[in-house]
């Protein structure tokens, strides 16, 4: 007979589940929440079944006073409808049920108004995240759970350990800080690499893998809200065949702005430019993503040093320096000089002044105040 095993020896995984009452708890399970029954010992008298269903395998024991002592184990089900839950009643002792919507928006947390600042000096501050990938917090309170930004560096080049999966977020963007990273998208065609100065909106619940990344590629990744779930989808093979850049996902469409292409514009008067990303469009207005630095002008004038007055009525203003020096100053901040690879948020409603040096570049990060409907 063929071993159907696993190079571990290991065929199947059970959940040992205590019971009063095997057929109370196989009513229950197969009757009301469609588990199929695999086994029932003995046949005069059960006191030992296994059922399967929704991807989980379940050991019922009632032998030998099982539930003495013992909590009920939890079963969380995921499903469409909430009708399904409120149809299948009271669980028997040993198990307890909990339900979740698949397609439930994640919670998102009141934001925290106020003032955060980041240095980039401690190398200590980075540590192992997912597919061990290296993360430094940029905002390390998280604005009261609202917000995460995360400044990601892959230290061996080659392929990544990665694996298709979504993310149940609000908002999600990645810009690559140096470097380069090959990535791919559910229905935005084949791989493509990432360059430094490169963005794209990863919009809620779209599939996409990291594949490839460059010796010492830097990322930064804002995502609302701070904890969220990172899933994996075992079933989707990418790239997919479709191709369709306009789909929406959550309401957002898939971006791609690639630096090399980007167009520059005046911005704030004569001193600054920038480079729109296209994420306002794709979000609806939700957010705003963009790189801004000193024109060749303010660059050789003495204006370049000039402050600038500015102000925001959203839930984020977040700066990240790629370049040069920035000094920021307002009653409600204080007074501070940026260096690259320090970041900050700003918090609303309160003016500030930005000084800007020759050789300054920064990455801009804002989202909106929350209206009824986001």
């Not at 830097?218 to 609302?224: D, M, N, P, Q, R």
């Not at 191709?243 to 292409?261: E, N, S």
Request: proline fraction near 5%; charge should be negative.
């Amino acid at each position: 007979m063929k071993n159907t095993a696993d190079a571990d020896g290991i065929c199947s995984a059970q959940v040992i589940v205590p019971c009063a009452d095997i057929g109370e708890m196989l009513e229950f399970l197969s009757g009301r929440l469609g588990f199929r029954v695999d086994l029932v010992m003995p046949a005069d008298a059960p006191t030992v079944a296994v059922v399967s269903g929704h991807g989980v395998r379940l050991r019922l024991d009632s032998s030998g006073g099982a539930l003495t002592n013992v909590a009920p184990v939890v079963l969380r089900l995921e499903c469409d409808a909430s009708a399904l839950a409120n149809g299948a009643g009271e669980p028997p002792s040993g198990i307890r049920i909990e339900w979740a919507g698949t397609n439930a928006a994640p919670d998102i947390l009141e934001c925290r108004n106020e003032f955060v600042l980041t240095r980039f000096t401690d190398e200590n501050a980075w540590g192992i995240g997912r597919a061990g990938m290296l993360y430094r917090d940029l905002i390390p309170d998280r604005m009261g759970g609202r917000f995460i930004a995360s400044h990601i560096r892959i230290v061996a080049g080659g392929a990544v350990p990665d694996y298709v999966h979504f993310h149940k977020i609000r908002f999600q963007m990645i810009y690559c800080k140096a470097g380069s990273v090959q990535v791919v998208y559910e229905d935005q065609g084949p791989p493509f690499v990432l360059e430094s100065g490169d963005c794209v909106l990863q919009p809620p619940q779209i599939r996409h893998r990291v594949l490839h990344a460059t010796a010492g590629a830097e990322v930064i990744e804002i995502g609302c809200p701070a904890v969220h779930e990172t899933v994996a989808d075992h079933d989707l093979s990418l790239p997919t065949t479709r191709i369709d850049p306009d789909r929406l996902f959550g309401g957002q469409r898939f971006v791609r702005h690639v630096a090399a292409k980007a167009i520059w514009s005046s911005w704030l008067g004569e001193n600054f430019e920038t480079r729109d990303t296209g994420i306002a469009d794709a979000t609806f207005g939700l957010a705003d993503v963009r790189v801004v630095r000193l024109r060749a002008q303010a660059e050789r004038s003495i204006e370049a040093d000039s402050a600038t007055l500015r102000s925001h009525d959203g839930e984020l203003l977040f700066l990240f320096v790629l370049n040069g020096t920035l000094d920021l100053v307002g009653d409600a901040i204080g007074r501070h000089e940026l260096h690259a690879g320090d970041a900050c948020a700003i918090p609303a409603n309160h003016d500030f002044f930005l000084h800007a040096r020759p050789g300054l570049k920064f990455l801009e990060v804002s989202l909106r105040a929350e209206r009824a409907g986001d």
